[in-house]
């Protein structure tokens, strides 16, 4: 055994990831707290990066075990990443992750291990996936249950990434089709985690009517009362509450 597998701490069957460090590469607050809790709960360590020039600035210093990245960052795909660290010496995992199931082939084309389907809430889900691609001697021994807890982010990580976006399409003087498709996109995305639906019709009639070339004004007014409406209430709608209490543990049990 090398001296630094001789530091590194063991993995238990409570804390099945101890000893992992996991960069996860991802631009909203509200998936963020979802990944932290679930790392704190198995163990890992966690590092953030928002963007694609952020995480490469984190692997210029350091290379983690494992790398969960999203496909839609705000200064590109998370896609490229996935290539670029698939091929790197290290030999990460990589885990993709989006709320778009039909960017889970991209990404294992891409070179990804594995991949995570938003909203992320599973305890179990997350660290069976992490443990069918790790090494033997980083499992924990002995016999382990599964953990069926399910992680639920504060309230104030759903506020800030409604404030995000709500100060991106206020800013009349700094917008920009790409800044405008991407708020869009993170909305999606967010909505895909949250199940937040009359969020996601407002922003999906908007994506369709701009994607048809067809006048969007009364659209965005209509998002940004939605918007408004969430940020005045300070709390998500018991309709998110509810799905992301229940979503990934019906998913766990199809499986």
Wanted: charged content about 20%.
């Amino acid at each position: 055994m090398s001296d630094y597998k001789a530091y590194v701490p063991r993995p238990t069957p409570l804390r099945p990831l101890t000893g992992l460090t996991v960069l996860l590469v991802e631009d909203s607050r509200f998936v963020c707290e979802a990944m932290r809790l679930m790392c704190l709960r198995s163990g890992a360590r966690i590092r953030r990066a928002d963007s694609l020039m952020s995480a490469r600035r984190h692997l210029a210093i350091y290379r983690p075990e494992v790398l969960v990245i999203d496909v839609g960052l705000p200064d590109g795909s998370g896609i490229e990443l996935m290539a670029d660290m698939a091929n790197d010496d290290s030999d990460p995992i990589i885990i993709g992750l989006s709320g778009d199931p039909s960017a889970e082939p991209v990404a294992l084309a891409a070179g990804a291990t594995a991949f995570l389907h938003k909203p992320l809430n599973s305890l179990a889900m997350f660290q069976e996936t992490l443990l069918a691609h790790l090494p033997e001697d980083r499992h924990p021994s002995g016999p382990r249950t599964i953990n069926e807890e399910t992680v639920h982010p504060d309230a104030l990580a759903f506020h800030d990434d409604l404030q995000h976006i709500a100060m991106m399409l206020e800013d009349s003087t700094n917008r920009s089709e790409h800044k405008l498709n991407y708020a869009l996109q993170f909305l999606s995305s967010l909505c895909s985690s949250t199940g937040d639906n009359d969020l996601a019709q407002a922003t999906q009639d908007l994506q369709e009517a701009r994607a048809g070339g067809l006048a969007s004004g009364a659209l965005t007014a209509r998002l940004a009362a939605v918007l408004h409406d969430r940020l005045s209430n300070g709390q998500p709608p018991q309709q998110v509450i509810s799905h992301y209490a229940t979503r990934n543990v019906h998913h766990l049990a199809a499986r």
